[in-house]
Each structure stands twice: as C-alpha cells, then as structure tokens.
C-alpha cells in the first residue's frame, strides 16, 4: 500500500514558460502532501507543504508565485512552475503520508519529476 | 546547526560486511526517524523507521536510536552489490514535516 504516482517523470522546456506536475496518491487519502526539490549531489530541500482544500505553507525563501501549489482533493497535488528558468532545472519530488496515520508507511515519494529548462 | 547531520563522506565497503551510517539531529523534540536509500536518479525510498530509543531489525538492517545522544544509526549486514545507493536519514520533529540529512554514499564493491 502507500502508493503515490507522479507525473510527468521528465520534462523539457523552454525558458518563460510554464510546467504543470501532478502527485496522486493511488491507494490512501492524503490531506497533506509535501513538494521537494533535489540538485545534483545534494539532499533533499522541501519547498511547501501542500493542504488539501486550503493555502499551501511555503519554506523560507521559496517564491510562492513562482511554484503554485494547488490541493484540490484528497489524493491530488499539482505543482506548476511558473515562468520557468535555466536556474529551476532540477529533480521535483512529492511526498504524502497515509491520513489513517499508520506509522509504518512513513512517507512515501512519489517517482520525482526532472525539469530541464532550455 | 544544521537539522540533520550526515557528515561522513562515501563509504566502501567490500561485499558481505556491514556498513555503518550514523545521524546525528538537533531538535530533541524529534519523533520519529526514517532512513531513505535512493539509487542514482530515482526518487527515495523507505528503508527504515524507528519511533523508541533502541534497535530495530528489519531483514538485513538494524536502525539504532538513541534519544539522550540525539543520533540515529544504521547497519547493513551482508552487503550486496544492490545495497550501492545514498543513504538519507530523515527526521520528523513533530509539525509534520520531515527534515533530511545531505546523505551518505555506499559502494559496495564485489
């Protein structure tokens, strides 16, 4: 169980434009999801915590305009680069955690995205 | 001070001994205590988890908390080929949000 599906796992894309990625959780409920951001040989950042039905929480630093998170359901999160940069390429990796809150799953990542901005 | 703390460079380790991660975090308010392998390219995946000051043995690897010490280890026997990947060890401080460590290396050579 605790499976989340992320897509697309890659995309390419040209600079000022805009990329849409979606973390569904496939067999649990998930009021909370949280976005990632992973550069090369380094660990992972969280961005935002993502709030089903409600205003996603951003991390120190990270501009909310630019990376729109939208939680419009219980097993749906989508994250939308906007405006994207050469500077935004890097590994995007949504988590979620199993509402019923059973501790053995943990939190479970989804496939990760790589954006490269061209 | 950093949340997480991973501080020892990549580890070699022939195949069938046991690798040695450790983890050191600063909030004593921690939880819970996860560690994440992840193979080149490819997103993390759950290893372990331990919640109680002590070990826990699952398979081939052994978490080890201690809570006075503020560390979390782990120990993987019998090493295999497969097991080559990054280490990440990752800490729930109680607001639901999970802080990483940078990650630790392992190769395990034949």
């Known amino acids: 169980g605790a499976v989340v599906s992320q897509h697309p796992s890659w995309v390419i894309c040209k600079s000022g434009t805009s990329v849409k990625i979606e973390c569904r959780s496939l067999?649990?409920?998930?009021?909370?999801m949280f976005w990632y951001r992973q550069f090369p040989k380094q660990s992972l950042m969280l961005m935002a915590t993502?709030?089903?039905?409600?205003?996603?929480?951003?991390e120190q630093g990270v501009e909310k305009d630019k990376f729109l998170i939208n939680h419009a359901s219980l097993t749906l999160s989508t994250l939308t680069v906007t405006s994207a940069h050469p500077e935004d390429s890097s590994f995007y990796i949504c988590?979620?955690?199993?509402?019923?809150?059973?501790?053995?799953?943990?939190?479970?990542f989804g496939s990760g995205t790589r954006l490269t901005v061209v | 001070q950093k949340e997480v703390e991973q501080n020892s460079g990549p580890l070699s380790v022939p195949e069938g001994a046991i690798a040695s991660l450790n983890c050191t975090y600063s909030?004593?308010?921690?939880?819970?205590f996860f560690w994440y392998r992840q193979y080149s390219g490819k997103s993390p995946e759950l290893i372990m988890f331990?919640?109680?000051?002590g070990d826990k043995e699952d398979g081939r690897f052994t978490a080890q908390l201690n809570k006075a010490s503020q560390y979390v280890s782990l120990l993987i026997r019998d090493s295999q080929p497969s097991d080559s990947a990054t280490y990440l060890c990752?800490?729930?401080?109680?607001?639901?949000?999970?802080?990483f460590g940078k990650g630790n290396q392992v190769v395990v050579i034949p």
């Open positions: 988590s979620a955690r199993d509402v019923s809150g059973r501790m053995s799953y943990g939190y479970t």
């Open positions: 067999d649990f409920q998930a009021t909370t």
């Open positions: 993502s709030n089903e039905g409600s205003k996603a929480t951003y």
């Open positions: 909030d004593r308010g921690s939880q819970s």
């Open positions: 331990i919640y109680s000051n």
């Open positions: 990752a800490v729930n401080n109680g607001n639901n949000r999970l802080a």
